[in-house]
């Protein structure tokens, strides 16, 4: 069994900074990319970050300069810091990841966290 656990969320002031980390744990080969999305209420889930196992990375353009990407692979495990934080990044932030889950096939699959609520409010 495959699990996401996402951590960090939380109430900041604008202009704070939060840390968000998700693990991955399981039966597992490999994890191909990681990324952060969000959703806020009465909007879809958008793309946060993403970043390649090799460590390329692709950032929406709502928090470029601003958040940051960056994983572990020994530990599994993918970052998000979000500094200069805005009332328009709250939202629900949620944990992506592609899996490779045996050797025995090259199939990727997508797994998703459970989520963390980030809320920017004076």
């Known amino acids: 069994q495959v699990q996401l656990v996402e951590s960090g969320g939380g109430l900041v002031q604008p202009g704070g900074s939060l840390r968000l980390s998700c693990v991955v744990s399981?039966?597992?080969?490999?994890?191909?990319?990681m990324g952060w999305y969000r959703q806020a209420p009465g909007n879809q889930r958008e793309l946060v970050a993403a970043?390649?196992?090799?460590?390329?990375?692709n950032y929406a353009d709502s928090v470029k300069g601003r958040f940051t990407i960056s994983r572990d692979n020994a530990k599994n495990t993918v970052y998000l810091q979000m500094n200069s934080l805005k009332a328009e990044d709250t939202a629900v932030y949620y944990c992506?990841?592609?899996?490779?889950?045996?050797?025995?096939?090259?199939?990727?699959?997508?797994?998703w966290g459970q989520g963390t609520q980030v809320t920017v409010s004076s």
């Open positions: 399981g039966s597992i080969f490999s994890i191909n990319t």
């Open positions: 992506n990841a592609v899996i490779r889950l045996t050797e025995m096939t090259a199939d990727h699959y997508a797994y």
């Open positions: 970043i390649t196992r090799g460590g390329s990375t």
